[in-house]
């Protein structure tokens, strides 16, 4: 009895021993379990720091991003139609539809794009002179050619249709003319990705069946009112800047003819200067009804 005694005792403090070291380690494991908490915590908060700091230094980045999205969203849209303010008068020049400005002269620009025509195009766009580029096929023929077209339309000049090899559409039979015609507005339209709106026929010399196609081909049909480069004694850039100013013959909705020409080249900027010295407005094709 004695003895058993003694063993119940002793499986007594063992028992206890037990509990307070199992208290111990739970203690321990709980104390653990909060040290790695607070780790975590701490491991979360460096991270949100980061991430912070991270779209902080992103930010002017997503946001030129963003700019130049919407940058080549703008180029892409079209812009809308002008509403015409012009109509074409029975001898060629230009008067207003209702009240705007009658005092102006139209900038053309034929034979194009031959030497000089991309940088006659970039005179004018630097001097914010409006001006339509009458185009021949058989210069853009070639990959320079095409290139060339595309830079002037690039610039913001309107493609008109000056037939494909500058031929006397009289002369003609009606199948030539239509490739003349028709054939190089479907060139253009493959090069700049739209038909010409004008049509100029070589030497201003028109057949029934050329007005035809262009009414077909929703072309404003137009000849000139005066042009100079052509002759002899106006193949100077100061003789020729002049006359193109001065002649009696400009007035109000004058359509000016030049050509892709060294000399005209030369001449240019003197002509936009000279036209609004005397208060002429250039007119901006834009505003030209055309046929729809």
């Known amino acids: ?8 005792l002793l499986i007594l403090v063992l028992s206890a021993c037990g509990g307070v070291s ?4 739970g203690e321990g494991d709980q104390g653990k379990n909060k040290d790695q908490t607070a780790q975590e915590t701490d491991e979360k908060k460096d ?55 009658p005092k102006v002269a139209l900038l053309t620009i034929d034979d194009a794009p031959d ?36 830079k002037i339309h690039e610039l913001g000049f309107p493609i008109g249709n000056h037939t494909m090899t500058h031929a006397s559409l009289p002369d003609l039979s009606q199948e030539e003319q239509k490739e003349e015609i028709v054939g190089l507005n479907d060139k253009i339209e493959e090069i700049i990705g739209e038909r010409p709106k004008f049509f100029r026929a070589p030497f201003g010399q028109n057949t029934d069946y050329s007005e035809q196609l262009a009414a077909e081909e929703n072309m404003l049909l137009m000849n000139w009112t005066y042009g100079y480069d052509w002759n002899e004694e106006y193949m100077d850039a100061d003789n020729l800047a002049d006359i193109m100013v001065n002649t009696d013959l400009l007035g109000n909705g004058a359509n000016l003819l030049m050509h892709d020409r060294e000399w005209t080249n030369d001449a ?12 002429y407005d250039l007119l901006d094709p834009a505003l030209i009804k055309t046929p729809e």
């Open 47 to 101: 991270s949100t720091e980061e991430e912070k700091e991270e779209n902080k230094e992103n930010k002017p980045e997503k946001a030129e991003k963003n700019k130049e999205s919407e940058e080549a969203a703008a180029e892409a849209s079209p812009e809308a139609p002008k509403e015409a303010q012009y109509q074409l008068t029975g001898n060629w020049s230009f008067e207003p539809i209702n009240d705007a400005e």
């Open 115 to 150: 030497e000089h025509g991309v940088e006659m195009a970039k005179t004018l766009k630097a001097a914010d002179a409006p001006a339509i580029f009458f185009v021949n096929g058989h210069f853009i023929d070639s990959e320079e050619g095409k290139e060339k077209l595309r």
């Open 22 to 25: 199992g208290q111990d380690s």
């Open 268 to 279: 240019l900027e003197d002509i936009v200067k000279g036209l609004r010295s005397k208060g």
């Open 1 to 8: 009895m004695k003895r058993l005694g003694i063993f119940l």
